[in-house]
């Protein structure tokens, strides 16, 4: 351990190895992040998970290799009651070299956020030529049933991917580049209103359900060939045209990223960088039969 006893700032260093070698679900390095003191996360693995002393995420501040990244990261910027994504859409772990938290008391260069303040070190090419290939597996094979469910949700994860870096001209030009993608099928199940038994006689007599104006008989057929898409009600509510019924979803998310950086040094003091980030993903859910 190292003390500063410089600054009064209030933090973590994450470095390479422990990037790599920390066990982190789905591969967001953010989960790190609660390593830093006063750190706190709702357990949902993301960067708008995570907060700092009892300050709201939108607090925080990002910087990636010294540029403000705080808003492509944040899912709702200024907004704190706004959706979300459901994409990580990131970085991959495999090109980030290193990232500082600073929960508190922070110097005046990164604070910029009242919440924390996150540093980003990317990886950079070097005169030797390294690369990596990678390939997490997790499946309910592996998984127990939730405490909230009689059975087991079908889970099936793959993330894969790789890096390479090296020279372009030595001691002069290098490259880095990585790819990840992740290739995942889950199972969920939901509890959702549905017609009841009730309902839906009256719907196929012909009569009106319920007695808002403008209920009649020929708007009440009108909606019979849609009753096949409900599932059957298994728990009755106070409604007598309602019930509960607990259906299972299959939901499929496939995610690409790809990040590539050049550096180029001009002299011992003078250098310049280029780096380009890509991701994209496509999530596609449908009920499934229970």
Same mark, same amino acid.
């Given at each position: 351990?190292?003390?500063?006893?410089?600054?009064?700032? $209030?933090?973590?260093? $994450?470095?390479?190895?422990?990037?790599?070698?920390?066990?982190?679900?789905?591969?967001?390095?953010?989960? %790190?992040?609660?390593?830093?003191?006063?750190?706190?996360?709702?357990?949902?693995?993301?960067?708008?998970?995570?907060?700092?002393?009892?300050?709201?995420?939108?607090?925080?501040?990002?910087?990636?290799?010294?540029?403000?990244?705080?808003?492509?990261?944040?899912?709702?910027?200024?907004?704190?009651?706004?959706?979300?994504?459901?994409?990580?859409?990131?970085?991959?772990?495999?090109?980030?070299?290193?990232?500082?938290?600073?929960?508190?008391?922070?110097?005046?260069?990164?604070?910029?956020?009242?919440?924390?303040?996150?540093?980003?070190?990317?990886? !950079?090419?070097?005169?030797?030529?390294?690369?990596?290939?990678?390939?997490?597996?997790?499946?309910?094979?592996?998984?127990?049933?939730?405490?909230?469910?009689?059975?087991?949700?079908? %889970?099936?994860?793959?993330?894969?991917?790789? !890096?390479?870096?090296?020279?372009?001209?030595?001691?002069?030009?290098?490259?880095?580049? !990585?790819?990840?993608? %992740?290739?995942?099928?889950?199972?969920? !199940?939901?509890?959702?209103?549905?017609?009841?038994?009730?309902?839906?006689?009256? $719907?196929?007599?012909?009569?009106?359900?319920?007695?808002?104006?403008?209920?009649?008989?020929?708007?009440?057929?009108?909606?019979?060939?849609?009753?096949?898409?409900?599932?059957?009600?298994?728990?009755?509510?106070?409604?007598?045209?309602?019930? %509960?019924?607990?259906?299972?979803?299959?939901?499929?998310?496939?995610?690409?990223?790809?990040?590539?950086?050049?550096?180029?040094?001009?002299?011992?003091?003078?250098?310049?960088?280029?780096?380009?980030?890509?991701?994209?993903?496509?999530?596609?859910?449908?009920?499934?039969?229970?």
């Amino acid at each position: 351990m190292v003390i500063d006893t410089s600054s009064a700032k $209030i933090g973590v260093n $994450i470095s390479p190895e422990e990037i790599q070698n920390l066990p982190v679900n789905g591969r967001n390095f953010a989960n %790190l992040m609660t390593l830093a003191t006063g750190a706190t996360s709702d357990g949902n693995g993301g960067w708008a998970s995570v907060r700092f002393n009892g300050k709201s995420n939108q607090q925080n501040y990002l910087s990636y290799d010294g540029v403000d990244g705080t808003y492509v990261w944040d899912a709702s910027p200024g907004y704190l009651n706004a959706t979300g994504s459901q994409f990580r859409l990131q970085t991959s772990m495999e090109s980030v070299a290193e990232f500082r938290v600073n929960s508190g008391l922070a110097p005046a260069e990164s604070g910029l956020g009242a919440g924390g303040n996150i540093t980003v070190v990317t990886k !950079s090419g070097s005169n030797a030529r390294r690369g990596s290939l990678f390939e997490y597996l997790r499946n309910d094979a592996m998984d127990s049933a939730s405490k909230y469910d009689s059975k087991k949700q079908n %889970l099936e994860m793959h993330q894969f991917g790789g !890096s390479l870096g090296g020279p372009v001209a030595l001691n002069r030009t290098f490259f880095f580049a !990585s790819y990840e993608g %992740l290739k995942q099928t889950t199972g969920l !199940s939901f509890t959702e209103a549905v017609p009841s038994a009730e309902a839906i006689r009256r $719907i196929a007599a012909g009569e009106p359900v319920g007695s808002g104006a403008g209920q009649t008989a020929a708007r009440t057929q009108a909606v019979a060939p849609l009753l096949a898409g409900f599932p059957r009600g298994t728990t009755a509510t106070a409604n007598p045209l309602l019930d %509960l019924a607990t259906a299972d979803h299959e939901a499929r998310q496939t995610e690409h990223s790809v990040s590539a950086r050049v550096d180029h040094r001009f002299t011992e003091t003078q250098s310049l960088y280029a780096r380009v980030l890509y991701s994209n993903g496509d999530i596609w859910t449908h009920r499934i039969a229970r």
